[in-house]
């Protein structure tokens, strides 16, 4: 474990941003990858703790096989591959590409080194590099844009994936050396207020210039009965109420698929949480530490905001509800960028907001089933399979979180997991009204 900061450094004002080159674009996101997991050790690196996380040095090749696979196999004549076998090595879902080890073997995967791995980034790096420098094809453009867009999503997941991974261990590492206060403490957040939003036909979804992925258009219009949003998000110490007030025991709080999953699970607090002598502590970025109950809540299901919000006397907003309300907000807040990898309690100028926390610190699980859009066709080909043949038994969770580059997110974007779900930061806003 490297005792630095690597993420806080990290030199991506502009080069993610919109002013930078596709070029500069590129670097930037190659290199925030590397810089994520600078505090690995090699044997971090392979860590496979559950089939829905994958190894670190899994995403950073998987990440270079999109590009290699999808761009330069497909449109640089002359390419030769880094070695023809990671074609299928590292595919990850893609069926027209072909077959591909299981997913919960990812781990087993020792071969190629981190070092190997290393070296099929810089030849692929290269390659785009200089494909970009000699006068790329449009398509060849477009799936830069997608490729860079999909590396900043693996980005996130070895985030959380290494944090599920290190937690497992009953030593419960850090994933890097603690920074600052060993047992910070928020100031008081003040009480949620609801904000009123007005009935009507609205247009939602991405249309426009810039990128947006599929599965977030076509634009379309949706009626919306009037609604009111809470004006952040729920806490630690909301959510410690619900607890207490024996939440995780009472059946009528909870969906039936939920109350399942609640008693063969038996779950009783959000993920990471654990008990000493009477007081609840989590499991973070920084390794194990006091619950702040100021902070927002993390790594709870879909069923547990659901419960919650019932127990609430509410509920969780639509993805469009929480569409409309975003679109007033600046595309701003504690992601990636803050180099915490850590939720964090309302702040005094993000509380003069009328809607705080909308963006960062976690996704928030929405009443939405993740389905098509009116009028919704994949793209054709192998990038086809990227969203849209996943538009079944999971929700849609809006925001990003800690973990997301703020180039990434914005009010149209749709995450989605089943709801079971707890390893990445999902966290819950509460609805009203109709
Ligand atoms: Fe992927």
Redesign the pocket.
């Known amino acids: 474990m490297h005792s630095t900061s690597p993420i806080r450094d990290l030199p991506m004002s502009a080069a993610t941003q919109g002013e930078a080159s596709l070029l500069e674009k590129y670097l930037a996101v190659r290199e925030t990858s590397l810089r994520i997991c600078a505090p690995l050790s090699i044997e971090d690196h392979g860590l496979q703790p559950m089939p829905d996380a994958s190894p670190a040095k899994w995403h950073l090749a998987?990440?270079t096989w999109?590009f290699e696979t999808f761009l330069l196999s497909g449109y640089q004549q002359d390419y030769r591959p880094f070695q023809p076998a990671f074609r299928s090595l590292f595919n990850?879902y893609y069926n027209a590409v072909g077959d591909r080890p299981l997913r919960a073997l990812r781990h087993t995967l020792s071969r190629p080194g981190l070092n190997e791995v290393h070296a099929y980034r810089s030849y692929v790096d290269d390659a785009i590099v200089h494909m970009l420098t000699t006068g790329p094809a449009p398509e060849s453009v477009a799936l830069v844009t997608l490729g860079i867009n999909?590396e900043q999503?693996?980005q996130e997941l070895i985030v959380t994936d290494v944090k599920n991974g290190l937690w497992t261990n009953p030593l419960r590492p850090a994933f890097r050396a603690i920074q600052g206060n060993h047992h910070p403490t928020s100031a008081a957040v003040s009480a949620m207020e609801w904000r009123s939003f007005d009935e009507g036909i609205y247009s939602v979804g991405f249309a426009g210039d810039g990128f947006g992925f599929d599965n977030e258009g076509p634009r379309h219009n949706v009626y919306l009965e009037g609604f009111r949003l809470a004006s952040r998000l729920v806490t630690n110490g909301e959510y410690l109420e619900f607890m207490r007030d024996n939440g995780y025991g009472t059946a009528e709080l909870w969906l039936s698929d939920g109350w399942d999953c609640v008693r063969n699970n038996q779950w009783s607090a959000p993920l990471y949480w654990e008990q000493r002598d009477g007081e609840w502590w989590h499991y973070t970025i920084e390794g194990m530490k006091p619950l702040d109950l100021n902070e927002p809540v993390a790594h709870v299901s879909y069923y547990e905001a659901d419960a919650f919000s019932r127990w609430a006397a509410a509920r969780l907003p639509t993805e469009f509800e929480w569409e409309v309300a975003a679109r007033s907000c600046r595309v701003a807040g504690n992601l990636l960028e803050s180099g915490r990898l850590h939720p964090r309690a309302v702040e005094a100028v993000e509380a003069a907001e009328p809607l705080s926390q909308m963006f960062g610190n976690v996704w928030e699980w929405t009443a939405s089933p993740y389905g098509p859009y009116p009028g919704f066709k994949p793209a054709e080909g192998a990038v086809g399979e990227y969203n849209g043949k996943f538009m079944c038994n999971q929700m849609v969770l809006r925001g990003g979180s800690c973990a997301t580059p703020q180039s990434h997110i914005r009010a149209t974007y749709r995450n989605f997991f089943p709801p079971h779900v707890r390893w990445q930061f999902m966290g819950i806003r509460l609805a009203n009204g109709n």
């Open positions: 998987h990440t999109f990850s999909h999503q693996h």
